[in-house]
């Protein structure tokens, strides 16, 4: 399963595996990536991430 991460400094999202990467891959900074998948119908937005995030 894919995820839709999201990092804490730049607001860059992006989807990838399971583990979020050590570095954004936009800003390049090390930072703490938010899951941002949507797992319940009531919060999808686009391309499955959660749009109250």
Excluded: H, N
Aim: proline share 9%; glycine share 8%.
């Amino acid at each position: 399963m894919k995820i839709q991460w999201k990092c804490s400094l730049c607001g860059y999202q992006f989807e990838g595996k399971a583990t979020p990467p050590d570095k954004c891959p936009s800003c390049k900074e090390t930072c703490t990536f938010i899951d941002a998948t949507c797992y319940i119908p009531e919060c999808e937005g686009p391309e499955g991430r959660d749009r109250r995030i």
